[in-house]
């Protein structure tokens, strides 16, 4: 699924069918290319192995209780609107920008990010060596061309 379909879907619970709110956006732990969490508006996260099931329509988690506050300074920043992957410039670990991050393609089964779109391409999921405020960092590969912005 991608993170534009995934924003804005309601956060609903199984057990009560309450919508707790929706998705604002997703932590990313680069080291393992996953999604770890969910970032909920209004506020809080869900934890990505806490979701019953992601479907085009809802998140389904099990019950309220699986929304919590933010508990790791990732979180944090994600939960503050601090790390908004979508529109960031991505570069390379050799410094080479190569345009902005279109959009993120998620497995939502496993929180594996297969891919990166950017304007011109996809990258794969695989690459990415780091997220943060300003920028989202790529493995450099041979093929890379700088952009000429």
């Known amino acids: 699924m991608r993170l534009r379909d995934l924003r804005g ?3 609903i619970a199984v057990d009560d069918a309450s919508e707790l709110g929706h998705v604002a956006g997703v932590v990313v732990e680069p080291s393992t290319a996953t999604v770890v969490a969910y970032t909920i508006a209004p506020g809080g996260v869900v934890p990505f192995g806490s979701a019953a099931s992601t479907g085009t329509d809802a ?3 099990p ?10 300074p990732t979180e944090r920043r994600a939960a503050e609107h601090d790390l908004q992957l ?3 410039l991505v570069l390379t670990d ?3 920008a190569l345009g ?5 393609q998620i497995d939502v089964e496993t929180g594996r990010v297969l891919g990166l779109a950017l304007a011109d391409r996809m990258l794969a ?16 590969r041979d093929d ?6």
Not at 63 to 72: I, K
Not at 100 to 104: E, G, K, T
Not at 125 to 140: A, E, P, S
């Open 9 to 11: 879907l309601p956060v």
């Open 59 to 61: 998140v389904m988690v």
């Open 63 to 72: 019950n309220p209780s699986v929304v919590r506050e933010a508990a790791t």
């Open 86 to 88: 979508l529109g960031q």
């Open 94 to 96: 050799h410094g080479d």
């Open 100 to 104: 902005p991050l279109v959009d993120l």
């Open 125 to 140: 999921g695989d690459d990415l060596v780091g997220v943060g405020t300003f920028t989202v960092v790529v493995r450099h």
């Open 144 to 149: 890379d061309r700088p952009s000429l912005t």
